[in-house]
């Protein structure tokens, strides 16, 4: 596993990542939404992989929905850092990182563009459910 951190800027949500592959393998999805679009976000998951998410104040966190509103766009309200997209279903976390968060992320690959205001709502689950992580510590 490939141990990868980051968080926002004022340090209150932090991330830890255990990436199953080298970071150099992994094309993060630049959405084209105008919700991502305007944060500059490019999303890095990984199902092989885990995530851990700490919030310290949770007072200073907050949840969006918007598009089909299936998944919450977590964001620190303090300092204002789109974090990532969170879904829930039948008791399960999956979940996507924002790379921006990620501490020297520029070990990455080529950021691709996606469309997922395309899919159909189905359509988008499973592909979530396929490509986030699916290992996910929320608190």
């Known amino acids: 596993m490939h141990p990868v951190s980051g968080g926002c800027h004022c340090g209150n949500i932090r991330l830890e990542l255990q990436l199953a592959n080298a970071p150099g393998t992994y094309y993060p999805r630049a959405c084209d939404c105008a919700f991502c679009r305007k944060h500059g976000a490019a999303y890095l998951s990984d199902s092989q992989g885990s995530l851990r998410v700490r919030i310290n104040d949770e007072r200073k966190s907050g949840t969006y929905r918007q598009g089909s509103e299936l998944a919450e766009m977590l964001l620190c309200t303090h300092c204002g850092v789109l974090i990532g997209a969170v879904y829930r279903t039948e008791g399960r976390i999956y979940a996507t990182v924002n790379v921006r968060v ?33 290992n996910v510590e929320l608190g």
């Open 102 to 134: 990620v501490e020297d992320a520029v070990g990455f690959g080529i950021e691709q563009p996606v469309s997922p205001k395309r899919l159909s709502p189905d359509a988008k689950v499973s592909r979530w459910k396929d490509l986030w992580f699916s």
